[in-house]
């Protein structure tokens, strides 16, 4: 089947760039990926046999009010359907907006989830505190959204959720009907991401450098674990990720909060060379984002045999086996206290990561491809 693939904007690497670019590769289908802005430069690489068309829409280079500016051209946005089957939108928020002027062909969608800023409760605290005009804007927006919304998703014949925790979100906001829906983990490449049972004195909080993956949180806890018994003097935090633009800021912040730690280092857009072997020699992966929609991080970290702390919210506690394959943590102190029957003890580390690594083998990204494919084979019949 043809297969026509549409996602806003391409140009950093993530994990929905991962759903979009894995799905084409491994897919027994003929994609084409339809998107307004697409970066090659700032992106994965290796997409060479990948056909990317760039709509190149002005209105989604400037960013600032996105959501407002999609809701106003993208329900008005047609796309070239004549010569696919199929339409299939991968969205976060925004996206699927696109589906109402392009209806001819089926509909199917990857949710990586509803807008947060309306549907995740957790997310919308966090983001307008201390925000009196973000919190206005969104209720003034709710209502209207909230309406085309709903329209847009009911025109989805199958919605392919990458974790409960998406789906909960999707079916409490009664968006669409729990019979469209199915439950579909993202991968890894489980041959490429390898474990060398290497276990340095690292820490590795590894992704995108932003507010929403609440990375001070991580910086803080990984300062009161110095304050324990010297025996953790040695042991270092490395923050690691891409830093887009409208996240320096930010980056900025998190730098100053730990200019006098020199334990606590940054590098900013590894190579995915370097990814791997950071992951490879860290001790543990910190995952601290805020109620994150599934959590790539988390099975990365799984694959390379490392245990892996995180948050008790959201996607990791689909992924994450507390006290078997690494830690789900509450609060602060439940985190230090993580990092610290880690650091003291290497045997339980150890055996942490080899579960980690056999519970990884499940999240390979030939499961994720084989249950789309399978789904499109059975619009054919």
């Given at each position: 089947?043809?297969?026509?693939?549409?996602?806003?904007?391409?140009?950093?690497?993530?994990g929905?760039?991962?759903?979009i670019f894995e799905l084409?590769k491994?897919s027994?289908?003929?994609w084409?990926?339809f998107?307004?802005?697409y970066?090659k430069?700032?992106?994965?690489?290796?997409?060479e046999?990948?056909?990317?068309?760039?709509?190149?829409?002005?209105?989604?280079?400037?960013?600032?009010?996105?959501?407002a500016?999609?809701?106003l051209?993208l329900?008005?946005?047609?796309?070239?359907?004549?010569d696919f089957?199929?339409l299939?939108i991968?969205?976060g928020?925004?996206?699927h907006l696109?589906?109402?002027?392009n209806?001819?062909?089926p509909l199917?969608s990857v949710?990586?989830?509803?807008?947060r800023?309306?549907?995740d409760n957790k997310?919308?605290?966090?983001?307008t505190k201390?925000?009196?005009s973000?919190k206005?804007?969104?209720?003034l927006?709710?209502?209207?959204?909230k309406?085309i919304?709903?329209?847009a998703?009911n025109s989805f014949e199958?919605i392919?959720c990458i974790?409960h925790?998406v789906?909960?979100r999707?079916l409490?906001?009664?968006?669409?009907?729990?019979n469209?829906t199915?439950?579909?983990?993202p991968g890894?490449?489980?041959n490429?991401?390898?474990?060398?049972?290497?276990?340095?004195?690292?820490?590795l909080l590894?992704?995108r450098?932003?507010?929403?993956?609440?990375?001070?949180?991580?910086i803080?806890v990984?300062?009161?674990?110095?304050?324990?018994?010297p025996?953790?003097e040695?042991?270092?935090?490395?923050?690691?990720?891409?830093?887009?633009?409208?996240?320096?800021?930010?980056?900025?912040?998190?730098?100053?909060t730990?200019?006098d730690n020199?334990?606590?280092?940054f590098?900013?857009s590894?190579s995915?060379e370097?990814f791997?072997?950071?992951f490879?020699?860290c001790?543990g992966?910190?995952?601290t984002a805020?109620?994150?929609?599934?959590?790539?991080?988390?099975?990365e970290?799984?694959?390379?045999g490392?245990?892996?702390?995180?948050?008790?919210?959201?996607g990791?506690?689909?992924?994450?086996?507390?006290?078997?394959?690494?830690?789900?943590?509450n609060?602060?102190?439940?985190?230090?206290?993580a990092?610290?029957?880690l650091a003291g003890?290497?045997t339980?580390?150890q055996?942490?990561?080899?579960?980690?690594?056999?519970?990884?083998?499940k999240y390979d990204?030939k499961?994720?491809?084989?249950?789309i494919d399978?789904?499109?084979d059975s619009?054919?019949?």
């Amino acid at each position: 089947m043809k297969i026509a693939l549409f996602h806003l904007t391409i140009n950093i690497k993530s994990g929905k760039e991962a759903v979009i670019f894995e799905l084409a590769k491994r897919s027994r289908h003929n994609w084409t990926i339809f998107t307004s802005y697409y970066n090659k430069n700032t992106t994965f690489s290796n997409t060479e046999n990948i056909k990317i068309v760039e709509l190149k829409d002005e209105w989604v280079l400037n960013q600032k009010n996105i959501i407002a500016k999609s809701c106003l051209n993208l329900p008005f946005k047609k796309l070239p359907m004549d010569d696919f089957d199929v339409l299939f939108i991968v969205t976060g928020g925004i996206d699927h907006l696109v589906a109402y002027s392009n209806k001819s062909k089926p509909l199917v969608s990857v949710c990586l989830t509803p807008l947060r800023t309306i549907y995740d409760n957790k997310f919308r605290k966090v983001y307008t505190k201390n925000q009196p005009s973000k919190k206005l804007k969104i209720f003034l927006q709710t209502p209207f959204f909230k309406f085309i919304d709903h329209f847009a998703w009911n025109s989805f014949e199958h919605i392919f959720c990458i974790s409960h925790e998406v789906q909960s979100r999707l079916l409490k906001a009664k968006l669409v009907d729990k019979n469209k829906t199915e439950i579909i983990y993202p991968g890894i490449d489980i041959n490429e991401f390898k474990p060398n049972w290497n276990y340095n004195k690292t820490f590795l909080l590894p992704g995108r450098i932003m507010w929403t993956k609440n990375i001070e949180l991580g910086i803080e806890v990984f300062k009161n674990f110095q304050q324990q018994p010297p025996q953790f003097e040695d042991f270092e935090l490395v923050i690691a990720g891409m830093v887009d633009k409208d996240s320096r800021s930010y980056l900025n912040f998190l730098k100053e909060t730990s200019r006098d730690n020199k334990k606590i280092k940054f590098i900013e857009s590894p190579s995915d060379e370097q990814f791997k072997d950071l992951f490879k020699n860290c001790y543990g992966v910190i995952f601290t984002a805020i109620n994150e929609d599934f959590g790539i991080v988390p099975i990365e970290a799984m694959a390379f045999g490392k245990p892996i702390i995180c948050l008790n919210e959201g996607g990791p506690r689909e992924t994450v086996i507390h006290n078997q394959t690494g830690f789900l943590v509450n609060n602060k102190t439940e985190f230090v206290e993580a990092l610290i029957d880690l650091a003291g003890n290497n045997t339980k580390n150890q055996e942490l990561g080899k579960n980690a690594r056999e519970a990884s083998l499940k999240y390979d990204w030939k499961y994720f491809v084989q249950k789309i494919d399978d789904y499109l084979d059975s619009l054919e019949t």
